[in-house]
């Protein structure tokens, strides 16, 4: 069974109090884009980040508002910026790097929060069943394509509310030479 590849740029989960700060309160975003996955879709409004080093404008908001704040940024980025965020699951910001947030109505300082997302799959509960695979497993994924490459380390996200997709960022996927349309498939070993 074929996985569908998406391809996620630099982008930032807000929490809603670090919206109200940034934008104003109760502040909601505007939709342009859905997303992947059901009920999420990326935003018109795009802040800056900044470090000691440099800083990136136009990264994208994603919605919905989340817990925490979270930006999520390529390898790549961190020359730019000067920081060392690691790579983690969506969510495990405890002791990743510093970042600041910047927009014209405010500025929010993370002393965590800033990462680069461990590739992952996500998928229903039922598609988890179909590939011999559970929630929080660890696979690998072969690409077929021209630069063919196998991408170990992808953590399986199964859940009901999952649509199929497979989420690499655009370092990892200009480097195996992949665009809209990919696709792979999960190793058995």
Not at 7 to 20: F, K, T, V, W
């Amino acid at each position: 069974m074929r996985v569908p590849i998406g391809i996620s740029n630099r982008h930032l989960h807000l929490s809603q109090a670090d919206a109200n700060t940034l934008f104003w309160p109760n502040y909601e975003c505007k939709q342009i884009k859905d997303l992947s996955q059901p009920g999420q879709f990326a935003c018109e409004e795009t802040l800056t980040i900044k470090w000691p080093k440099g800083e990136i404008s136009g990264v994208r908001v994603l919605w919905p508002y989340r817990k925490f704040t979270q930006v999520e940024i390529l390898a790549s980025d961190n020359y730019k910026l000067g920081t060392k965020a690691p790579v983690r699951e969506s969510g495990d910001l405890e002791g990743s790097a510093e970042i600041e947030i910047i927009w014209p109505q405010g500025t929010v300082h993370l002393s965590q929060g800033l990462i680069i997302a461990q590739r992952h799959i996500h998928m229903s509960v039922a598609d988890a069943e179909q590939f011999g695979v559970k929630n929080g497993d660890v696979v690998k994924v072969a690409t077929p394509w021209e630069r063919a490459v196998i991408f170990e380390k992808v953590i399986v996200r199964a859940d009901d509310k999952f649509a199929l997709d497979m989420h690499l960022d655009m370092d990892e996927a200009n480097a195996a030479g992949l665009g809209a349309g990919a696709w792979g498939e999960i190793v058995k070993e």
